[in-house]
């Protein structure tokens, strides 16, 4: 049924963030996210962007209290601009649809991923002095 599918689903959803966050958790002594809010998280009404929503939230409690466990550090960061800027030389090229995975930026040429660009920029504000971080991006 379908109920059945959606529950299976769910379960398999939570085991897969479980293995992740204490992976994550098991492997870094500091961890940076993107601190998103969870009122502009729930205005979205679509079915996949709910599952992912709720999963992002899991995910980030799970986070929050397997770091207290095991004594690590969870720092969340402003997320705006992370995705607008370049990670090398700072500049601000705007917004890029989500369909737009690589980008290069107009002012240094450097080419970028959309995810690791982005989780470059959160690692910068989450420690201007970055070392030996996991980076996790939304
Ligand atoms: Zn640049």
């Known amino acids: 049924s379908k109920a059945k ?3 299976k689903a769910a379960n398999q959803r939570r085991d897969y963030l479980h293995k992740l966050t204490t992976h994550l958790v098991k492997q870094y002594d500091v961890i940076a996210i993107e601190d998103l809010k969870t009122k502009n998280l729930q205005k979205n009404h679509h079915l996949a962007k709910s599952i992912a929503n709720a999963s992002w939230r899991m995910f980030r409690q799970m986070l929050e209290y397997k ?6 550090k969870l720092i969340a960061v402003d997320p705006k601009n992370t995705s607008r800027i370049c990670s090398k030389c700072g500049y601000n090229s705007g917004a ?5 995975r690589e980008w290069t930026c107009s002012k ?3 080419k ?3 995810d690791i660009n982005a989780a470059i920029n959160i690692l910068h ?8 971080l996991a980076m996790v991006t939304s």
């Open 125 to 132: 504000k989450a420690t201007p002095t970055g070392q030996g």
């Open 96 to 100: 890029k649809s989500l369909e737009i």
């Open 108 to 110: 240094c040429q450097t």
């Open 67 to 72: 770091c207290e466990w095991y004594g690590k």
């Open 5 to 7: 599918y959606q529950a």
């Open 112 to 114: 970028h991923d959309r």
